[in-house]
C-alpha cells in the first residue's frame, strides 16, 4: 500500500512538473509567426535592414517573419514596447546604435540597455555621411564647409536626435572645428528629403538612405566617417582624411529580445541571421545598399554594446545635448 501510494505520488509530481514547463519548450520555436519591431520609420536604415532579414528568416525559421514600424521618441517607443513583451521569442527589436545612446541622452529613456533586453546579434554597420545640395551651397570639401559655416549661420538635418548622426555632427563642428551650427533633427530618409528639397543646406544620415541621391548628383557627398573610405563612394574622402585623424562615427544595428527569452532561441536566432549575413545573395544586397554586414557570436555583441554605452555617454557628457 505504501508503495502503491509512493507511486502514485510520484506520478502526479512528475505530471505537475510538466504542467510547469514554458509553451515555447513544448513545441519547436518558433511555432507562430515571429515579429520585429523596428524602431524607426519605413525607409529609415534600420527599416531597409530588418526586411531585408525578414525575407531571408521566414524561409529558415519555418514561420513568417513580420516587421512592424514603432518610430517615436528617438527610438524609445519601440524598446519600451519590446521590453514590455513576453519574453517567448515571438518579439524582437532591431535598432541602431540610438539604442545605446539614449539612456544618457533622455532623462528617462524608459530602460537600461545593459540589462532590460537581450542583444541578440548584431547585424550590420555603415558610416555616416555628410551631404550638402550643390545648388544650395557651393562647396566640394569640409574645410570649405567649415569655412562657409564660420562666415554665415548654417542648419543641419540629422537622422535623429541622439542618432551619432547627430552626436558625430556636433563632436566635429562644436568641438573639433569649433563651429557653431543649428541642429535640425528627421528621420534617416525624411533628412535625405529636406536636404534635396533645400530645406537644409547639410546632410548628415547614414549612409544607405542618401547613396541613390549621391550616385544621381542630386546631393554632394562632402565626407564619410568611417576611418577608411566606403567601397560604395570611394571618391568621398573621410573626415579623417580632411584634417581630423582617428575621427570615426558609425551607425551599427542590432537585433534585440526582452529580457528572459530563453538563451537557446536567442541562439536559434543569432545562428540564422549570422547563416543570412554570410550568404551571397543577402551579403551582396546589403553591400550595394551602403551596409557591412557584421556577423558575430552573442557574446561579442553584447561586449560591443557595453563599450557603446560608455563612449556615447561621454560625446553626450561632453557635447552637452540633450533630448529634451
Known sequence: ?????????????????????????????????????????????????????????????????????????????????????????????????????????????????????????????????????????????????????????????????????HLGMELLFRSLARVEVQHVPFGPAQAVTAVVGGQVPIGSTSLPPALPMVREGRLRGIAVTSLRRDAALPDVPTVAEQGYPGFEALTWFGLMAPHGTPAAICDRMNAEINKALTAAETRGRLDAMGFAPDARSRADFASYLGQEVTKWAAVVRASGATAE
Do not use: C
Request: aromatic residues 6%; glycine residues 10%; hydrophobic residues 45%.
Open 1 to 165: 500500500m505504501g508503495r502503491m501510494m509512493m507511486g502514485r505520488r510520484a506520478a502526479f509530481g512528475a505530471a505537475a512538473g510538466l504542467l510547469t514547463v514554458p509553451a515555447f519548450a513544448q513545441a519547436p520555436w518558433p511555432d507562430k509567426p515571429v515579429r520585429i519591431l523596428v524602431a524607426f520609420p519605413p525607409g529609415a536604415s534600420t527599416d531597409v535592414l530588418a526586411r531585408a532579414l525578414a525575407n531571408a528568416l521566414t524561409p529558415a525559421l519555418g514561420q513568417p517573419v513580420v516587421v512592424e514600424n514603432r518610430p517615436g521618441a528617438g527610438g524609445n517607443i519601440a524598446t519600451v514596447a519590446v521590453r514590455r513583451s513576453p519574453p517567448d521569442g515571438s518579439v524582437f527589436l532591431a535598432h541602431s546604435v540610438a539604442y545605446a545612446v539614449n539612456p544618457s541622452l533622455f532623462r528617462n529613456a524608459g530602460y537600461d540597455a545593459l540589462t532590460d533586453l537581450e542583444p541578440v546579434a548584431m547585424l550590420a554597420s555603415t558610416p555616416n555621411i555628410i551631404t550638402v545640395n550643390p545648388e544650395k551651397l557651393q562647396v566640394g570639401s569640409l574645410g570649405e564647409l567649415i569655412a562657409q559655416a564660420r562666415t554665415r549661420g548654417l542648419d543641419y538635418g540629422s537622422s535623429g536626435i541622439g542618432t551619432t548622426t
